[in-house]
């Protein structure tokens, strides 16, 4: 789903108009961005949170010529869904015996 879809849905759901639901999304993505920026940690609560983690310092090799590549500690955003929202996904998508869902079985 892309954001042009994520108003659509809105708009249908909501009745908005469309420019209105666009600004409402452009300023929530706004807002956790400059939340994470500032290194602040959101919970929206049903659906996940949003954090920044540091991701430490290491060495890696280029896999081309695999010469060592220094790779310095940086900040990275991570997000972790809900239980709620986790239970949703799984109840939404079936597996059977433990394949993934439209996963072709042997029946014979």
Avoid: C, Q, W
Avoid at 12 to 20: E, F, I, Y
Avoid at 41 to 67: D, L, Q, W
Avoid at 80 to 92: F, G, H, I
Wanted: net charge positive; glycine share 6%; charged share 30%.
């Amino acid at each position: 789903m892309t954001k042009a879809d994520l108003v659509d849905h809105v708009t249908a759901a909501t009745g908005l108009t469309k420019r209105d639901v666009a600004i409402v999304v452009d300023r929530f993505i706004d807002a956790v961005s400059e939340a994470l920026a500032a290194g602040s940690h959101i919970e929206i609560r049903g659906f996940g949170s949003f954090k920044v983690k540091s991701r430490r310092a290491r060495v890696a090799r280029n896999p081309r010529t695999g010469a060592t590549v220094e790779v310095p500690e940086k900040l990275v955003p991570y997000f972790k869904v809900s239980k709620e929202l986790k239970k949703v996904v799984e109840d939404s998508n079936p597996a059977i015996d433990g394949e993934p869902a439209g996963t072709p079985t042997d029946a014979s």
